[in-house]
């Protein structure tokens, strides 16, 4: 299958491109190469490649900076989407759109299934709802992918911030009240080749299994690391105000995942675990705590 992938500069990208190299032609395209809000570059790159698949994960994903960039999100992650829906409608390819959490309030208290009503509270979370609806209706074969809380090797993310932090020394002082579902890349991405070589077409969770609070989170990349000597304190949000308010609760379920016969990522503390000891490989320095 040949298959391409938007924003492949991205964390996500890099993942998608490790797991799918080695079975499919994959052709990458970063956001510097393409912009996905440029409709004619959009169609020109994507008539002459014709794809089987497209992974569009490029995204304008900079939450806070969002409520001050307004049309720039809604360029690149709704009017974006929709010139990669419409291609991919004429040259018959399938779709898989990366979406977030943050399309739900975080006020049901309980997971969140794929056929819970949407309720974005920012800027960022409405742009890409609306890019969910622009590839929902515009292109038959598509898979529409939520995920959460993602991290991995490349880029910036909670898990390298957390380990950075705690290097540099000092206390962390973590929110207790957000509570959410860790993604491990690699595993997304292995889920996502699933999902793209079947026709089990619609929305997805897509995060590893179980639920943290970002405290939580941060105490157990600490225990691991070997870094739990490094003072942790629980706060409220609250106490961090941000331009863009976050879900208090966005943790998933699974049902479109287990229902249409896929296998479940695994639990997200084994999944840290792994990725810590055999990805990131930390710790980075030879250096021995004393």
């Known amino acids: 299958m040949k298959v391409l992938i938007t ?26 190469q393409l912009d996905v809000s440029d409709e004619g570059q959009v169609a020109d790159i994507l008539a002459n490649e014709r794809p089987d698949a497209v992974i569009h994960a490029a995204a304008y994903t900079n939450v806070d900076r969002a409520e001050s960039e307004t049309e720039l999100a809604y360029q690149v992650n709704a009017i974006g989407s929709l010139h990669i829906a419409k291609v991919c409608e004429q040259i018959g390819a399938k779709l898989i759109y990366i979406s977030t959490d943050y399309v739900f309030d975080g006020t049901k208290g309980t997971p969140y299934d794929e056929v819970d009503t949407t309720n974005p509270g920012n800027v ?6 609306l890019g969910v609806k622009f590839v929902s209706r515009t292109c038959t074969m598509h898979f529409i992918v939520r995920t959460s809380w993602l991290y991995g090797t490349k880029g910036t993310n909670f898990v390298t911030k957390i380990l950075e ?13 957000q509570f959410g579902s860790p993604t491990y890349g690699l595993d997304l991405a ?13 929305i997805y969770h897509a995060s590893n ?82």
């Not at 960022?124 to 709802?129: F, I, T, V």
């Not at 296998?263 to 990131?280: E, G, I, N």
Request: glycine share 8%; net charge positive; charged share 25%.
């Open 7 to 32: 924003g492949a500069g991205g964390q996500l990208g890099y993942d998608l491109s490790r797991v799918l190299a080695p079975i499919h032609e994959v052709t990458v395209w970063t956001r510097e």
């Open 124 to 129: 960022y979370g409405r742009s890409k709802l």
């Open 165 to 177: 932090k705690a290097q540099a020394g000092g206390h962390l002082s973590i929110v207790d009240d």
């Open 190 to 202: 292995i889920f996502i080749r699933e999902l793209m070589e079947t026709d089990r077409y619609g």
């Open 209 to 290: 299994q179980g639920s943290c609070s970002r405290y939580e989170f941060a105490s157990e990349i600490l225990k691991y690391a070997q870094l739990d000597h490094v003072p942790l304190v629980p706060v409220q949000s609250d106490l961090f105000p941000s331009p863009a308010p976050r879900p208090m609760y966005s943790v998933f379920g699974h049902k479109a995942i287990v229902g249409n016969g896929f296998t479940p990522m695994r639990d997200w503390k084994s999944a840290l675990h792994y990725f810590l000891q055999v990805d990131y490989k930390y710790p980075k320095t030879t250096e021995k705590r004393v």
